[in-house]
């Protein structure tokens, strides 16, 4: 037992009488202080203020907190590259009636969930031979295409937008994924370019570029006799996996898609929607650059891929820091 220090039993009458008046003292003094409206009105300020700073410092950590929830093994991203010239507010809003019936005369279906148009452009799938970008050593899958501002304007496609400037000259600005940069090019809108597959004779997909180094699978392991290995001929380390088109109704489903919360899942997902299709499938590699896989996603009902992959700021799209002589060629040329 813990001994008290000033033991109760040793208190005289007279120590106990003084004890029990300062204590009645003390209390009359605090009541007193309750009652002055002067103190009152400070600590009510004073509680009004800490209210205030708490609910704004929580509203700020909310807004903060814009990026996809990529839950993989606790990995999780948070980046912005958004050059302000080009870009407005990083701030969500709903895709009204009237900016889906504009997208749709744009020729776009699948309309954006809740983002700015002007975090969306076309990325390049594929380039064909007779493409003008071909020679501009634009890069597939890597490269976007921004949007004119006639597009949004007038709700035209991008195709009746080049046949409106038929042998006229357009500059085009191109965000690089690979360099996180923006850059112009200037190409020559013809009866080839108009009249051939394609636009600007390339294949495209409207998806969000803001987002797109986070939005892919990063292929870690890849398993022997696998559909990965014998048929994708995946290879673990180097390439990522971008999305597939359908052949039948060339459809692009890529993985950097805003309603997919887990990419791994919603890659999952369109593998079993596309199961006995005849699929192209879009790889990334870090030394070759795009990898088409034209197959069939076998109709089995214990289809497996057969390789692990990952997603998160580590396993991003890879970025080249330094740029090359290249680059440089065609920034001077740019001048």
Do not use: W
Request: charged fraction near 30%; aromatic fraction near 10%.
């Amino acid at each position: 037992m813990v001994k008290p220090l000033y033991p109760l039993s040793d208190i005289s009458p007279d120590q106990r009488k003084r004890m029990k008046d300062a204590e009645k003292a003390r209390k009359e003094y605090i009541l007193s202080l309750c009652k002055n409206p002067y103190l009152i009105s400070v600590v009510s300020v004073i509680l009004v203020l800490v209210i205030v700073v708490i609910v704004h410092s929580s509203s700020s950590s909310n807004k903060l907190d814009t990026s996809a929830n990529l839950s993989n093994k606790g990995e999780s991203s948070f980046s912005f590259l958004k050059p302000s010239k080009y870009f407005s507010s990083s701030k969500t809003k709903d895709i009204g009636a009237a900016q889906k019936e504009q997208l749709k005369k744009m020729g776009i279906d699948d309309e954006p969930e809740k983002k700015s148009f002007k975090e969306y452009a076309f990325r390049i799938y594929k380039i064909y031979n007779f493409s003008p970008l071909k020679k501009l050593k634009i890069k597939e899958l890597s490269d976007f295409i921004i949007p004119p501002n006639e597009l949004y304007t007038k709700g035209i496609t991008f195709k009746n937008y080049l046949i409106e400037n038929k042998n006229q000259k357009l500059k085009l600005k191109i965000f690089s994924l690979l360099y996180r940069k923006i850059k112009e090019i200037e190409v020559e809108i013809n009866d080839t370019i108009i009249n051939n597959e394609g636009v600007l004779g390339c294949e495209m997909n409207y998806e969000n570029f803001i987002d797109a180094q986070n939005k892919l699978l990063h292929v870690i392991n890849v398993k022997d006799n696998s559909f990965a290995k014998d048929t994708l001929y995946l290879i673990a380390n180097q390439d990522y996996i971008i999305g597939i088109k359908t052949i039948n109704d060339g459809k692009y489903y890529s993985i950097n898609n805003d309603k997919m919360n887990d990419l791994i899942v919603g890659f999952i997902d369109i593998l079993n929607k596309n199961k006995g299709k005849e699929c192209e499938f879009y790889i990334y590699n870090i030394k070759r650059g795009i990898k088409i896989i034209l197959t069939k996603i076998p109709n089995n009902s214990d289809f497996s891929l057969g390789c692990d992959v990952a997603f998160g700021r580590i396993y991003e799209f890879p970025k080249n820091i330094e740029e090359s002589e290249e680059i440089d060629e065609e920034k001077k040329s740019l001048k």
